[in-house]
Each structure stands twice: as C-alpha cells, then as structure tokens.
C-alpha cells in the first residue's frame, strides 16, 4: 500500500481523508498547516501528497513548488483538494500538481486517484531505470570503442617501434663480436710494437686506452640489455593490446598478469612519502583458459592500478615516521579451483580504505541510487568483464587496517 501524506486544514477533510484511505490499508499521516509540511514529507517519503487547496492557512502553491524543487520529494504525486470554481482559476497559474480532485470528495474518486498516483510511481522508477540502463550501455559501447582504439593505436606504436629496435638489437651482437675482434687485435700490436712512437705514446695517454678497452664490451653489453629491456616491453604491449576480433580464444593467465606488471613497472619504485611497492607473486600451474584475451587483461591492469592507488593514499594519510616504516605490498595468487574454474586474488594491505566496497561495485548493474558515492570506473569496467562477458565472480574484501582482497573466479571454458 502506499504512504501518504495529507495536508489537511480543516477538522472534517481531515477525518474523511484519514477514515477513507485508512480502510483501504494505507499508511497515511496528516499535517494542518503548510510550515510543517516540507519537515514531514522528508522525513516519510510519501508516495503521494494530497494537499487541501481550500484551506485558507495553506498556501497550496508554495507548498507544490517547494515539494517540486526538492530532489528527493519530486517523484510524489500531488493529487490537489479544490472545488470547481477554485479550480477554474487554478488553471490560469499553471500550477505544477499531478492531479486534482473535487469536494466534497467521493470514496471511490479518492482511491482512484491513490491508484493512479501508485501506478505513475511505478512508471517513472521504471522510466528512471530503463534511462538508467540505457546510459549503462552508452557508456559501455563507447567505454568498448575507446579500447578498440587505443588498442590498435597501442598495436601500431609497438609495431613501429618493434622494427628499429630489432634492427638495432641484432646488429649489437655484431657490434660485440668486432668489438672482441678488434680488441684481440689491438693487444697483439701492442705485444709486436716493443718501443711505440711518442705520438701513439700520447694518445694512449689521452684517451686512457686501457680504460677503454675495458669498458667498451660493458658498454656493448649494456646496450644490448637495454634493447631487451625495449623488446621484452614492446612484446607485453603487443600481447596486452591483442585484438579480440577473432572471439574467444587460449590464454595464459601468468603471462597475462607479468606483462601487466611489467606495463605498470615505474608506478612501483619509491617515491616521495612512499617506498617501493613490493609485488608478490604465487602463481599455480594453471591451464589456458578460453577468453578474450585484451579485455581480461584491462580487468587486470585496472585492478592493479587501484590497488597501487590505494597503497599511495595509504601512505599519503600517514604520519611521516609512520610512512617511512609502512611497507606497501601487492599480494598475487593464482590457483585452479576445480575442473571448470580458475581463481585469481589481488590483495594489497592498503589501511586507507576500511569498508567493503563488493556492493558499490555490483550496485552500478543492479541500478545504484544515484546519491551513493560511485566505486573506482576502473574496477566497475573490470567487473563488467568478469562478471557479464566472462561469466565469472567478482569480489572484493576489506577489512579496517588489513587492506583490500579482489578475488576472481573465471571458468576455464567459453560455454
């Protein structure tokens, strides 16, 4: 039944009122002047209003704007008291109720309207959520598009730059190699050449030959440890950035997760009012799962990425003694559940955050009240991941002072 509110001035309306929707299960309350009408419609929610526009210690219209502008009371359907003649005059001031109704007031006409206010309530929380709904998968087409593109883009900057540091890698084996060669070499003239001449004297002298011979192989080396460096980055971005036009397919979770970590490598050394993030890895002896392969891995990167944020603010909150000796940590383990499933467990030991968030996260696809503080976009997007394309479960944990626990669970197979 609904909840009413009743702005009432005069004894007999009010009892009518009270009596008629009472019978008929209501909850109703009642109030006999406008000042206190704005306080009670707050504090009950009503689903509709009826308000006595007869009454001369009510001023209706004050009383229908105020209800109106509020953003909570908006959606109460305000059913007006008049009379014919007060009615026609109404009609002139384009007053903003809902609904109205003659007196003296008939039974039958009285529940009607009820009926009708609860009907319409109905249709606007389902209107709300349908726009709702439809803004959800807006954002989801053009969050889908975005990573469409920024994928090729990333695809294309790795393939760019993958062919020059290819080039120069391999030729660096042969930059060694002369290296050796021409070193050899140059030992043996110095054992042949048993008296040199002061001009080559000098120039040994001046460019410090035997320091150079000794460094240029280290140099050589480092350079060559370098290009890996590059190689091993412009793979993971290739690998991190596949394209999921050809559906479902095989996937290594591990390899999934390093190239992750390797992407998010320079959010880890110390910084100031932090020290290094440690990262922890307990990966089991899985089994490729069949899934899209780019977007599992964004669940990934942004889980990551929220945990390493949260370890910031973590430490930003605390004292600087306290800081120096908190010791950020990001904890991954991977195991096999069973025959069908897989799980995956971020934990971080983040103290900023002390409540559990797994509502705020599912909320947004439950229909979340738009009041409520939205969780991290990155962490709902790796929920939608899991959870709607991959058929998974996503959850998240966090105790007071412990830090924050997202365990995952992905079935092995595509069904």
């Not at 903003?96 to 007031?105: A, C, N, R, Y």
């Not at 803004?135 to 393939?159: C, F, N, W, Y």
């Amino acid at each position: 039944m609904a909840k009413i509110l009743a702005i009432i001035g005069d004894t007999v309306t009010f009892q009518v009122v009270q009596e008629l929707l009472s019978q008929d299960g209501h909850q109703v309350r009642v109030v006999s002047d406008d000042k206190e009408s704005l306080e009670l419609a707050r504090e009950l929610s009503p689903d509709a209003i009826i308000c006595d526009g007869t009454s001369p210690q009510i001023n209706f219209l004050e009383v229908c704007r105020l209800l109106k502008a509020d953003g909570e009371l908006a959606t109460a359907y305000f059913i007006l008291l008049t009379t014919p003649e007060q009615f026609d005059e109404i009609q002139e001031l384009d007053a903003p109720f809902d609904d109205f109704l003659f007196k003296p007031i008939v039974k039958q006409e009285l529940l009607a309207r009820v009926r009708a206010s609860q009907r319409s309530r109905e249709l606007r929380a389902q209107l709300a959520l349908t726009q709702q709904e439809l803004q959800l998968s807006r954002d989801r087409m053009l969050q889908t598009e975005k990573m469409s593109s920024l994928g090729e883009l990333v695809s294309g900057i790795a393939h760019e730059i993958n062919n020059p540091i290819t080039f120069i890698y391999s030729n660096l084996t042969h930059v060694q190699s002369y290296a050796t060669d021409l070193i050899d070499l140059l030992r043996l003239y110095q054992k042949q050449l048993v008296a040199p001449g002061a001009e080559i004297l000098q120039k040994q002298q001046d460019m410090d030959v035997e320091f150079v011979l000794d460094d240029l192989l280290k140099i050589v080396s480092s350079m060559r440890t370098g290009s890996d460096r590059i190689r091993q980055i412009i793979l993971s971005l290739q690998d991190f950035s596949r394209s999921d036009r050809s559906g479902w397919q095989l996937f290594d979770v591990s390899d999934g997760l390093e190239n992750t970590l390797l992407l998010l490598q320079h959010r880890l050394p110390a910084r100031e009012g932090r020290r290094d993030i440690k990262v922890i890895k307990q990966f089991g002896n899985l089994p490729q799962i069949e899934c899209y392969a780019g977007l599992l891995n964004q669940a990934f990167l942004n889980i990551i990425n929220h945990a390493i944020d949260a370890l910031e603010e973590s430490a930003q909150e605390l004292e600087e003694l306290e800081s120096i000796k908190f010791k950020p940590v990001i904890l991954i383990t991977t195991q096999v559940v069973d025959a069908q499933r897989i799980s995956i467990e971020i934990a971080d030991n983040d103290i900023a955050h002390s409540k559990d968030t797994t509502a705020e996260i599912s909320e947004p696809f439950l229909g979340a009240k738009p009041a409520e503080p939205p969780i991290s976009s990155g962490l709902a997007l790796s929920y939608r991941i899991i959870v709607e394309q991959h058929k998974g479960e996503f959850k998240c944990f966090s105790e007071p002072g412990k830090g924050t626990k997202i365990q995952i669970e992905i079935p092995l197979r595509h069904s």
